[in-house]
């Protein structure tokens, strides 16, 4: 019987530490967004916009909007030859939970660059998700 009651213990315990560890090192929606970007891309045939963004929620809430930059650098050079309008882009295609989606963008760049030399990297600034029980455009 005393045995019966340790192990019960036992369990509630250790089920406990494991809820309030869960509840304590929860992850925030915003770092289950994944954001990358692809120079020069396949997918993206127009001249004019040959860089691939993509991203991917692994969030449970539907992404609303992000807003993130890109450096663009020639192969092998450190040299950041983006320009002040790719400090600040917006993605405005929504994403739901658990999907991923790809828009090409536009370079926007100090220099000259063939797009066949060129690396692109792009870092988070912000993201906004829609609250339980809005209503989500289609």
Same mark, same amino acid.
């Given at each position: 019987m005393r045995l019966v009651l340790l192990v019960a213990l036992g369990v509630a315990i250790g089920a406990g530490t494991i809820a309030l560890a869960s509840i304590? +090192?929860?992850v925030p929606d915003r770092d289950l967004v994944r954001l #990358?970007? =692809?120079l020069p891309s396949d997918t993206c045939k127009a001249p004019e916009m040959?860089?691939?963004v993509e991203v991917r929620n692994r969030s449970k809430k539907t992404l609303r909007s992000l807003v +993130?930059? %890109?450096?663009v +650098? =020639?192969? $092998?050079?450190s040299t950041d030859l983006s320009d002040e309008k790719m400090a600040h882009l917006d993605w405005t295609t929504i994403v739901a939970p658990g999907e991923t989606k790809a828009v090409c963008?536009?370079?926007s760049l100090r $220099?000259?660059?063939r797009k066949t030399?060129? %690396?692109?990297?792009? #870092?988070l600034f912000t993201t906004s998700f829609y609250a339980d029980g809005d209503v989500i455009p289609r």
């Open positions: 304590w +090192f929860a #990358q970007v =692809e040959p860089m691939l +993130f930059s %890109v450096s +650098f =020639e192969r $092998g050079d963008y536009a370079l $220099g000259r660059v030399d060129a %690396v692109a990297s792009a #870092q």
